[in-house]
């Protein structure tokens, strides 16, 4: 079960996490707030960690030698302009961008797990059961968003 508001996605739409039951049988009730990445915010994370590289080369004739006579072939490459924290940057700024909110216990202790960057990391890397859920959520969210384009344009 989950609230949806197609009205403004980078508020975050509520995910709960556990069944209507068990919330009435005394568990506290726990949701995640996603919204999907708007094309701005992915290319500002793309600029941030990713370079992209031109090459124009010369095509080869089928025997191997250059065919002067062709047009140059552009060619294009992405990647990452730290290859290694890149990818730790990627997902920790896409993942930070996702995850708008939350309310989570600590098995552990039963208090509220802050939402914060670092708990948002933490629990994305750490925590198997957290990144399904969320991930869940962003793919329920995108065709709840499909659905809703579609029945527009019919209209």
Known sequence: MFELS???????????????????????????????????????????????SVEFVQPKKENGKLN?????????SSDFINPKDGPALRNKLMWDA??????????????????TTENKIKL???????????????ESLTESTKVIKDAEVKN
């Open 6 to 52: 197609l009205s403004n996605l980078k508020e975050g739409t509520r995910f709960f996490l556990q069944p209507e039951e068990e919330v009435l049988k005394g568990r506290k009730q726990m949701y995640v707030e996603v919204c999907a990445l708007s094309a701005s915010q992915s290319k500002a994370i793309d600029d941030q960690t990713m370079k992209e």
């Open 98 to 115: 996702m995850i708008t909110g939350w309310l989570l216990y600590d098995n552990d202790t039963g208090k509220e797990i802050p939402c």
């Open 124 to 138: 994305m890397n750490e925590s198997p059961k957290f990144a399904i859920a969320v991930s869940d959520c962003l």
């Open 68 to 76: 002067p006579r062709a047009a140059l072939q552009r060619i294009s």
